[in-house]
């Protein structure tokens, strides 16, 4: 299996503008976890979905992140407008839901906002 | 809410034993975990117990678990340099969400 797959793995964009990440998670994983990493906060739940229906956002930091998953193979995260204290290492995670409930981490993308 | 915490460094010389420790607020936590990031990675799953073990080995992994104390420690045996990596716990706690809640993070550093 391919694992997690997320792009892009790093995005350098400037203030104002719409970002965009994505992410596959592993065939047959029926739940999909976004995160975000920083020195400062640590490692931070936005959001996750299961079945493709969003179940807790309460961790998305703002009305400018949005996350949508139109389909059990793809999900993306949404940052309009970007601004630089969104800078971070953005992660996806997926699950397959069942009783051990271990989540399968992606690469990740590093964004940079200046 | 419910809380992970670990202490942040550590440091080991290569061929030493390595324990990694954590504690956890849930009582009821049924499966722990251990997760590893190098540098520039996402984090790998290393191994994980059920609430109801107090030990599980694999390889040169031991996992320790003392429910009643809520206290999960990681044994690395004969740590290498390629040890070196912040290790994450997380707990599931009842599991009915499927959100995990993870630790800072305790960063190894192995000294050769």
């Known amino acids: 299996d391919a694992g997690v797959i997320q792009s892009p793995r790093h995005e350098v964009t400037e203030m104002g503008q719409e970002v965009t990440l994505r992410c596959k998670p592993i065939?047959?994983?029926?739940?999909l976890f976004w995160y975000r990493q920083t020195m400062m906060r640590g490692l931070e739940l936005l959001i996750y979905?299961?079945?493709?229906?969003?179940?807790?956002d309460s961790g998305m930091p703002e009305d400018r992140f949005s996350a949508k998953m139109p389909n059990a193979s793809f999900s993306t995260l949404k940052i309009q407008p970007s601004e630089p204290r969104d800078s971070a290492v953005y992660f996806c995670?997926?699950?397959?839901?069942?009783?051990?409930?271990?989540?399968?981490f992606g690469p990740g993308t590093r964004l940079t906002v200046t | 809410g419910e809380d992970v915490e670990q202490s942040l460094f550590l440091s080991v010389r290569e061929g030493d034993s390595s324990v990694i420790n954590c504690t956890y607020t849930?009582?009821?936590?049924?499966?722990l975990y251990w997760y590893k990031q190098e540098p520039g990675a996402g984090l790998q799953l290393l191994t994980y117990?059920?609430?109801?073990?107090d030990m599980k080995q694999d390889q040169r992994l031991t996992v320790l678990l003392n429910k009643k104390d809520k206290h999960l420690s990681l044994r690395i045996a004969d740590t290498q340099t390629g040890d070196s990596a912040i290790y994450f716990c997380?707990?599931?706690?009842?599991?009915?969400?499927?959100?995990?809640?993870f630790g800072q993070g305790t960063t190894l550093q192995v000294k050769p």
């Open positions: 995670a997926s699950s397959s839901g069942g009783k051990t409930g271990e989540q399968y």
């Open positions: 065939s047959g994983h029926n739940s």
């Open positions: 979905f299961n079945n493709n229906v969003p179940i807790d």
């Open positions: 849930d009582s009821s936590s049924t499966y």
């Open positions: 117990i059920f609430s109801n073990m």
């Open positions: 997380a707990d599931l706690g009842s599991g009915n969400t499927g959100k995990l809640i």
